[in-house]
């Protein structure tokens, strides 16, 4: 008879073969044993103990000693021979006796992750309980977020951020399901960050005008759109003929986008002189979109435009992430005033100066001080072609005032709030590495599938996820974005991790950030909110 035998290898007996040969050779089918399993202790090695058939390294927290060949404890394990829990049989005093602290070093008794010495002697946390302080956020969790473990009001998702639990799995094995599969992030949508350049005609007819935009910028502008609007930046500019006339303001960028209103209130005080002749309202907004002066000569300013970086856009130099709005107050016909001037001058027609600002997503809103059916179509038909359209009505964004300029402050604000509340948004999210991650580790690539909508009119955080239209950019089946979302509505996203196969564990709990963020239009922020993959450390094996 020949017999291959060994605890940790296959075991076939070849004398005999299965089915009907059994009976011709008058005897049972050797058992086939698969690499590592067993059917009592004594078919493992002695570091082993046999767990649901298959040969496991032994861990601390198994019941009883470890057993040698001949069934005899290897050591005298005295005290540490039985399991820890349920009730954890030392105190913190046991953190100095160097005996006891080499046994907690080697066991996770709750099998929570933590080390029992970390929980008892670091944190403070019950060692026979993966969740001391009830909270439903395990102490591995909260340690490694950094929230109190002993607090059950204190925790990642009370603090708006979201963990989950990345356990690795080599490449070459099943991959473990990280946890949890998926979660709901909810977002609000609101407006965050907005420029807004007023640029006036300062021809003599607009006294009035002037006045009112001076009085009430610091009064009345300002402080209702700071108190709607988180991030809001101002500029101001003027223009009153051709830039080779004899005007000196033929097109003035008086202040570029700013923070600081007192810049903005200051360059507003200086519109107390005014001149005329043929008012460029095209080339302006061409200006003011392009930033491209270099067509321009005579009476223009600045030339080129002050600011330096790069990113920054048009004449003003506009924030590349913020909803960028140009106000025009003039008094006189668009075309009529605008075609007066050369034509060497770029943007002195209705299509050049609408390209020019869709190019650069500005949006345009107009007040009109005249009587002018004409200026108010042209108005109206440039808020159209840029999108500021108040879609609770389907009316462009425009506002006529009296000709001595009153109410040009207030019709101001109004504009900006039907802007930044009625004009629909497309809503995107993506998700942004920690460039502070430990070892270089890209959260996202490492841990991100992928972000999904979700339009289950669940609660989330107190916010609705709204059931809206979506649509699925990538084509993989999985939406993606919400087309059309009136600002500060609520939406929410689901983020679905992938598997952990790329950031071995080590001896200690390793976090890693990222940040999910949604986008307006596909360029301005809108809300934001940290997410966290927690890799668990090794389990603890005795030597």
């Known amino acids: 008879m020949l017999t291959f035998f060994d605890r940790r290898t296959v075991h076939v007996g070849l004398t005999c073969a299965l089915g009907a040969l059994t009976s011709m050779l008058g005897c049972e089918p050797s058992p086939v044993v698969i690499a590592g399993s067993c059917r009592a202790e004594s078919d493992c090695d002695s570091s082993e103990s046999c767990v649901d058939g298959r040969c496991r390294p032994r861990r601390p927290t198994d019941a009883g000693p470890m057993i040698e060949d001949s069934g005899s404890p290897s050591v005298d394990a005295?005290?540490?021979?039985?399991?820890?829990?349920?009730?954890?049989?030392?105190?913190?005093?046991?953190?100095?006796?160097?005996?006891?602290?080499?046994?907690?070093?080697?066991?996770?008794?709750?099998?929570?992750?933590?080390?029992?010495?970390?929980?008892?002697?670091?944190?403070?946390?019950?060692?026979?309980?993966?969740?001391?302080?009830?909270?439903?956020?395990?102490?591995?969790?909260?340690?490694?977020?950094?929230?109190?473990?002993?607090?059950?009001?204190?925790?990642?998702?009370?603090?708006?951020?979201?963990?989950?639990?990345?356990?690795?799995?080599?490449p070459s094995a099943p991959p473990i399901e990280p946890d949890p599969t998926r979660d709901a992030l909810s977002f609000g949508t609101d407006l965050q960050k907005v420029d807004v350049y007023v640029t006036i005609d300062t021809s003599g007819s607009m006294r009035g005008e002037m006045d009112n935009l001076r009085s009430s910028f610091r009064s009345t502008i300002v402080p209702e759109l700071a108190s709607r609007i988180p991030d809001v930046w101002f500029g101001a500019g003027r223009f009153e003929d051709c830039p080779q006339a004899s005007c000196p303001n033929g097109m003035n960028n008086m202040q570029d986008m700013t923070p600081d209103v007192d810049r903005v209130q200051a360059a507003l005080d200086t519109l107390t002189n005014t001149c005329g002749g043929r008012e460029p309202y095209y080339q302006t907004l061409w200006l003011l979109a392009t930033g491209d002066t270099s067509s321009y000569d005579g009476r223009v300013q600045p030339i080129p435009r002050r600011c330096d970086d790069a990113g920054t856009i048009g004449w003003p130099c506009f924030r590349p992430d913020a909803v960028r709005v140009i106000v025009q107050a003039g008094d006189e016909p668009m075309a009529r005033e605008s075609g007066g001037c050369p034509s060497r001058y770029p943007g002195g027609t209705h299509a050049a100066a609408a390209a020019a600002l869709d190019g650069a997503d500005i949006r345009y809103v107009g007040i009109d001080s005249s009587a002018s059916s004409t200026l108010r179509d042209e108005m109206r038909q440039m808020a159209i072609d840029t999108g500021a359209v108040d879609a609770t009505t389907g009316e462009p964004i425009y506002f006529r005032i009296p000709s001595d300029g009153s109410g040009l402050g207030e019709d101001l604000v109004r504009a900006i709030v039907q802007l930044t509340e009625n004009v629909p948004i497309r809503v995107d999210a993506r998700a942004d590495n920690d460039p502070g991650n430990e070892g270089g580790v890209d959260a996202v690539e490492a841990f991100v599938l992928r972000l999904e909508t979700n339009t289950s009119e669940a609660s989330v955080e107190g916010r609705l996820c709204t059931d809206l239209p979506t649509g699925d950019d990538t084509?993989?089946?999985?939406?993606?974005?919400?087309?059309?979302?009136?600002?500060?509505?609520?939406?929410?996203?689901?983020?679905?991790?992938?598997?952990?196969?790329?950031?071995?564990?080590?001896?200690?709990?390793?976090?890693?950030?990222?940040?999910?963020?949604?986008?307006?239009?596909g360029f301005t922020p809108l809300d934001e909110r940290e997410v966290l993959f927690l890799v668990p450390p090794r389990a603890p094996t005795l030597e």
Do not use: K, W
């Not at 089946?477 to 059309?484: E, K, L, Q, V």
């Not at 983020?495 to 390793?510: F, G, K, L, M, S």
């Open 78 to 170: 005295g005290p540490y021979a039985r399991p820890f829990c349920p009730s954890f049989p030392f105190g913190t005093d046991a953190c100095d006796d160097p005996e006891v602290v080499e046994h907690l070093q080697m066991r996770d008794s709750d099998d929570d992750g933590l080390l029992d010495f970390v929980e008892l002697c670091d944190h403070g946390t019950d060692p026979c309980d993966e969740d001391s302080d009830g909270d439903g956020v395990s102490d591995l969790v909260e340690v490694g977020y950094g929230s109190d473990a002993l607090d059950p009001e204190d925790n990642p998702r009370g603090r708006g951020d979201f963990v989950f639990v990345v356990p690795y799995s080599p």
């Open 475 to 521: 084509g993989d089946g999985f939406p993606d974005h919400f087309p059309r979302v009136f600002p500060g509505t609520s939406v929410c996203f689901d983020i679905v991790p992938r598997p952990n196969q790329t950031v071995p564990a080590i001896d200690e709990p390793q976090l890693f950030r990222a940040t999910v963020r949604v986008i307006g239009d």
